[in-house]
T-cell receptor
Framework: AQSVTQLDSQVPVFEEAPVELRCNYS??????LFWYVQYPNQGLQLLLK??????LVKGINGFEAEFNKSQTSFHLRKPSVHISDTAEYFC????????????FGTGTQLKVEL | GAVVSQHPSWVICKSGTSVKIECRSL??????MFWYRQFPKQSLMLMAT?????????EQGVEKDKFLINHASLTLSTLTVTSAHPEDSSFYIC????????????FGPGTRLTVL
């Protein structure tokens, strides 16, 4: 079984400041990792994913994440946030060896302020 | 590509009535579709997994007779909330996946259900 922990339920940040949203996971098997963004009253949009290869993954809207296998982390970063980045962010994993159920974290509300 | 739609986007119904929500994969064939429920300011809770042409697999604690899922074709799955009650009010999201593409799920925009 897998579990995903997003320790920060809310992250307030000023516009143009950098931000990091933390994600740690636990799994007895190797996993693929994902970050999704959800705007109010909308579904989930994929920001980026790690499948294999380079541990630094770049996604849409200027976001990037780094997979750290030893620390079982997949933290999301953006060097300069905008008001439009205000949303809920979910980290998720799925086993690489089969099965198709995503395991989600509890989400982090990013609130960008002027 | 990989667009998933849901209809309706929002629905209000009276207690005791049934509501059907459609989930469609618009530009691909989805071998598996998932239904999630999301309460305000919470994560997504998987309700069931449906494969085309077979019965849905429900997660523990989800009432099969309450939430009827049909996956009649490779592009359409429906969720029917039967005899809805106010506690069924929630945001319902579907997703679709294609076997062989590292199981990435493509999400629909969600349906807001309000039961009066």
């Amino acid at each position: 079984a897998q579990s995903v922990t997003q320790l920060d339920s809310q992250v307030p940040v000023f516009e143009e400041a950098p931000v990091e949203l933390r994600c740690n996971y636990s799994s007895s098997v190797s996993v693929y990792l994902f970050w999704y963004v959800q705007y109010p009253n909308q579904g989930l949009q994929l920001l980026l994913k790690y499948l294999s290869g380079s541990t630094l993954v770049k996604g849409i809207n200027g976001f990037e994440a780094e997979f750290n296998k030893s620390q079982t982390s997949f933290h999301l970063r953006k060097p300069s946030v905008h008001i439009s980045d205000t949303a809920e962010y979910f980290c998720a994993v799925i086993p690489t060896g089969g099965g198709n159920k995503l395991t989600f974290g509890t989400g982090t509300q990013l609130k960008v302020e002027l | 590509g990989a667009v998933v739609s849901q209809h309706p986007s929002w629905v209000i119904c009276k207690s005791g009535t049934s509501v059907k929500i459609e989930c469609r994969s618009l530009d691909f064939q989805a071998t598996t579709m998932f239904w999630y429920r999301q309460f305000p300011k919470q994560s997504l809770m998987l309700m069931a997994t449906s494969n085309e042409g077979s019965k849905a697999t429900y997660e523990q604690g989800v009432e099969k007779d309450k939430f009827l899922i049909n996956h009649a074709s490779l592009t359409l799955s429906t969720l029917t909330v039967t005899s809805a009650h106010p506690e069924d009010s929630s945001f319902y999201i579907c997703s679709a996946t294609v076997t062989g593409t590292y199981n990435e799920q493509f999400f629909g925009p969600g349906t807001r259900l309000t039961v009066l």
